[in-house]
């Protein structure tokens, strides 16, 4: 699978990517303009593993599993207060778009 983030339009730098996961990819590359790209809250992994991140990952759950390294690794600077489904983000910020 290869993944991206790409930007259509030429953004106004510099530009924050915050509380993401990329998760079973190789290691990220940046562009030219790294230096003006701001990582917070991101956690990032390139093996296999990553999918035990998850409640199930093979069907599509990306809920944060129970011992999960993405809970409250995210940054509540650039976060927003509730998750994808509604739930809000208490105890701290979990990395993604699921709320444990």
């Known amino acids: 699978m290869n993944t ?5 339009t030429p953004p106004t730098l510099p530009v924050v990517l915050a509380n ?4 079973y990819v190789a290691t990220p590359v940046h562009g030219d303009d790294a230096p003006l790209l701001t990582l917070v809250g991101n956690v990032f ?16 759950n990306f ?4 011992a999960s390294p993405l809970i409250g690794a995210g940054s ?7 998750d994808i489904d509604g ?3 208490v105890g701290g910020f979990d990395s993604g778009a699921y709320q444990h």
């Open 63 to 66: 809920v944060p599993s129970a």
């Open 87 to 89: 739930k809000p983000r």
């Open 45 to 60: 992994s390139d093996d296999a593993s990553s999918k035990d991140w998850f409640t199930d990952f093979a069907a599509g």
């Open 4 to 8: 991206a983030i790409a930007f259509w």
């Open 76 to 82: 509540a600077e650039y976060g927003v207060t509730t």
């Open 20 to 23: 993401n996961v990329v998760a």
